[in-house]
């Protein structure tokens, strides 16, 4: 048993405790071995002192914070797993779906871009309904990999998280099963107005930590400016035209342009304006739904849970 101890931390009299170290025989009470719970009943003013614990026989007792831990943390679930048994190595092989997005899929690569890969995966029920769970993703570091895991790529998707609805789109796809083909062949369920809400308020937000930066340091990521610019454009697409962008097209002299900062702030940030107000028309003219199909991803989250059983 490992006891975490905030050095900072006073415990408040009532937290219920289980003790680290065995007691001794006093009185009429018995030794108890460690692993007893008992309740605070009287905190130190810092954790040089000790606090006052109580059994539930009555027996009350002076223990260091390094000798109880709280109960509730000592009862939290902790597995030891068995070997290889969530390995990456065992993920990888129900990866159901895998697709290029990033710049090589937005026409704005360079010479030392990387290839990002992205995509879904999809365990057998075994591994999803055990106790030991699943990680909503899985990635490898050293080859810019990301997968992530069915139920959760589908509840971004249905926010219009923008790095998800660009998985559904891209025409860069290296693997794709049945079952994944069905998913794409059905991706417009995933458009709804949200998008202009999860589109613009990221940008929003985003410009303002790149001011922040100005005033700060002087500086700017400039390739970050132009992929909140580009953002902008693909939430005016998907509104006005039910589809979500991936390739910049006519776009991609002028953002490049903002990549390699040959435009001034002050311009990138006029251009960010008349984008705002461009988005801002589509939203109320857009024929999308105020919410995306969450009837039919929860009908096929079912099926393809059925399917791995």
Known sequence: MTNKVNPHLILPAG?????????????????????????IIKSPTDNQHTYLIQ????????LKRSEIAIRKQVQGLNFDLPADALSDRNLYDYVIYRCVVGSNAFGLSGE??????????????????????????????????????????????????????????????EHATPLAQELLAERT??????VYQTYNGYVMSQFRKLEQDIRTSGELRWKHV????????SGITILQEHSVPVEVGQYKDRLLTV????????????????????????????????????????????????EMI
């Open 15 to 39: 937290t219920q405790i289980v003790t680290l170290v065995s007691i001794n025989a006093r009185n009429a009470f018995p030794a108890r071995r460690s692993g007893v719970v008992g309740k």
């Open 189 to 194: 369920r995933f458009l709804s107005r949200l």
């Open 112 to 173: 030392n871009s990387d290839v990002d890969l992205r995509g879904i995966y999809l365990p057998p029920a075994s591994m999803h309904w055990s106790l030991y769970g699943l990680p909503e993703q899985i990635e490898k570091t050293d080859s810019d990999e990301v997968y992530w895991e069915l139920q959760k790529f589908l509840t971004l998707a249905l926010k219009a998280n923008p790095n998800v609805l660009e998985c559904l789109y891209t025409p860069l796809i």
């Open 55 to 62: 059994f539930p026989d009555g027996q009350q007792v002076s």
């Open 226 to 233: 132009m992929h909140l610019l580009r953002l902008l454009l």
């Open 259 to 306: 990549r390699h900062g040959q435009m001034s702030w002050d311009d990138a940030n006029k251009w960010r304006l008349e984008l705002h107000k461009i988005f801002d028309n589509a939203f109320e003219e857009t024929t999308l739904p105020e919410r995306p199909d969450y009837e039919w991803a929860n009908s096929f989250l079912i099926k393809a849970r059925r």
